[in-house]
């Protein structure tokens, strides 16, 4: 069984179809990867997911189903715990690195001072952030570099115990190592959580990725298996754009 299953999905701004008929079966555990150029609709699949569609006036039709029950018709704060969602530009939240890790779980249940501090040890350590902020978890979050933030943000996730966690381009401000961090993190949780990463740098999804899916103009135009995708895609225009030729 599909851990997301995305049937006939279509998003609508006021005058543009953001996504035409989308079909998309995200397995469990697998790190699906998700390219294509600016504009293709790769956000807007990750909001919808996320029913972040609902807040900007957006209008959708299809279905989308989190372990075959739809996600509209779930509690959005169960949702939005099940399935995180980090954004490209890293938003920490003002207050500490402690703070920031424990403040979600805490909106959905009560823990003892020990249970948090296991907690952030657990999430932090697991967004291979741990050993650099281990004595100054107290120290506002905002004084982290953006790579750090950007980590501090997957901790975010990871304390809510989620089963998918999407990324949108997580690591397009961020320099090489920080990349690789987030890189290694991803490989080395995959086997516990389902991921869906979008990203505009197509040997990152390389990399990464069990499949790749390739979007354009709203079109889901392609989906295989990383190595086949990238050595011999289907469609002329994958081709063309992993080759570097638009884009
Ligand atoms: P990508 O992430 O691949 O760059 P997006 O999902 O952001 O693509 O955008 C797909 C299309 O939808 C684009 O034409 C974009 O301008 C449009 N779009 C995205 N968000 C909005 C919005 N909130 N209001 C109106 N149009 C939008
Ligand atoms: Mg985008």
Not at 143 to 169: T, Y
Not at 238 to 247: A, K, L, P, V
Request: proline letters at 4%; glycine letters at 6%; charged letters at 25%.
């Amino acid at each position: 069984m599909a851990k997301i299953s995305i049937k006939n999905l279509n998003v609508f701004y006021k005058n543009i179809q953001a996504l035409k008929n989308i079909n998309l079966d995200v397995e469990t555990n697998e790190i699906l990867g998700i390219i294509g150029p600016s504009n293709s609709g790769k956000s807007s699949l990750l909001q919808v997911i996320n029913r972040l569609s609902e807040m900007n006036n957006s209008k959708v039709t299809g279905e989308i189903l989190l372990d075959n029950e739809s996600i509209f018709s779930l509690p959005i704060n169960s949702l939005r715990k099940r399935v995180g969602l980090i954004f490209a530009t890293p938003t920490v939240l003002p207050g500490s690195i402690y703070k920031n890790v424990t403040y979600g779980p805490k909106l959905h249940k009560k823990f003892k001072k020990s249970e948090l501090d296991e907690l952030v040890y657990f999430a932090l350590n697991t967004a291979d952030l741990w050993n650099e902020v281990k004595d100054r978890l107290q120290e506002s979050a905002s004084k982290l570099s953006g790579g750090q933030q950007q980590r501090l943000c997957i901790a975010r996730i990871l304390a809510l115990k989620p089963e998918v966690i999407m990324m949108d381009e997580p690591c397009s401000g961020l320099d090489p190592i920080s990349t690789a961090k987030i890189e290694s993190t991803m490989v080395s949780l995959k086997d516990k959580y389902t991921f869906i990463l979008v990203t505009n740098n197509t040997k990152q999804a390389a990399r990464v990725s069990s499949r790749v899916a390739f979007f354009l103009s709203g079109e889901m135009i392609e989906i295989d298996k990383t190595e086949k995708m990238f050595t011999n895609p289907k469609d002329k225009r994958t081709n063309d754009y992993i080759s570097g030729r638009f884009g």
